[in-house]
């Protein structure tokens, strides 16, 4: 019962990290195409 628990948590705490991977990439990709927009208008 107990390795059942740990395994749920770890499950757990590795999709919170992933979330917050995921969002971290999210706002890489956003700011990369803010960039890039920028220099069109800029042009």
């Not at 919170?16 to 956003?30: A, G, M, P, V």
């Amino acid at each position: 019962m107990k390795s059942k628990i740990v395994l749920t948590r770890y499950k757990y705490d590795l999709s919170e990290k992933e979330k917050i991977l995921i969002r971290k990439t999210e706002l890489l990709l956003d700011n990369t195409e803010m960039i890039k927009n920028m220099k069109k208008y800029n042009r």
